[in-house]
């Protein structure tokens, strides 16, 4: 059964602060990683999606990273804002006939005005 | 406008009484599925399909069962609802093959008294 992990599960950064969030699997053979928000009572909205292939994809201020060999991805955003408070999730979508999508239990972030 | 409809928002019912929970994606999207979304133990996949006709388990199928029949619907029964369904659901739906980014739905509250 593959795993997801997301440290931590809370940050809280002043307004205008760069900042990273971490994302570690277990499956070696994961055909794509996702990076989501979701907004209290709200549905997740996906924000970049990076395939098993590609090191990176980018989205404004945002930026995620993957590194298959250490089982790793990392959303960096840029300048953040308050209204960039949400919690994020991270999701990895397994290839090879079996296309289970493991999540993360997320980081919730607070942007301090 | 693209997007995924799950209906009905709220729902409370008693044990026993069959469910259905309605899920409507409009971007003819091969894959879809449906997840639980419970406090501590973060989101997790309950069934998910590759097409029409083609469904299979997630990692907490017991008690839910799913049809395919068209494209575009994808519907999450509850037989026999017992408490420990009381969650909040959502439906999601994506391309195969090639652009898998996830679009999901506002989700469902179940309360099973």
């Known amino acids: 059964k593959q795993e997801v992990t997301q440290i931590p599960a809370a940050l809280s950064v002043p307004e205008g602060e760069n900042l990273v969030l971490n994302c570690s699997f277990t499956?070696?053979?994961?055909?794509?990683l996702q990076w989501f928000r979701q907004d209290p009572g709200k549905g997740l909205t996906s924000l970049l999606l990076i395939q098993s292939s590609q090191r990176e994809q980018t989205s404004g201020r945002l930026n995620a990273s993957l590194d298959k060999s250490s089982g790793r991805s990392t959303l960096y955003i840029a300048a953040s804002q308050p209204g960039d408070s949400a919690t994020y999730l991270c999701a990895e979508f397994s290839g090879a006939g079996s296309y289970q999508l493991t999540f993360g239990k997320g980081t919730k972030l607070s942007v301090i005005p | 406008e693209a997007q995924v409809t799950q209906n009905p928002r709220y729902l409370i019912t008693v044990t026993g009484k069959k469910l259905t929970v309605t899920c409507s994606q409009n971007?003819?999207?091969?894959?879809m599925s449906w997840y639980r979304q419970d406090p501590g133990l973060g989101l997790r996949q309950i069934y998910y399909?590759?097409?029409?006709?083609?469904?299979d388990k997630g990692d907490v199928p017991e008690g839910y069962k799913v049809s395919r029949k068209e494209k575009r619907n994808f519907p999450l029964i509850l037989e026999s609802p017992s408490p420990n369904q009381t969650s909040l659901y959502f439906c999601?739906?994506?391309?195969?093959?090639?652009?898998?980014?996830?679009?999901f739905g506002s989700g469902t509250q179940l309360s099973v008294l």
């Open positions: 399909s590759m097409n029409v006709e083609v469904t």
């Open positions: 971007m003819n999207h091969e894959y």
């Open positions: 999601a739906s994506g391309l195969v093959g090639s652009d898998e980014k996830l679009f």
């Open positions: 499956d070696s053979a994961i055909y794509n």
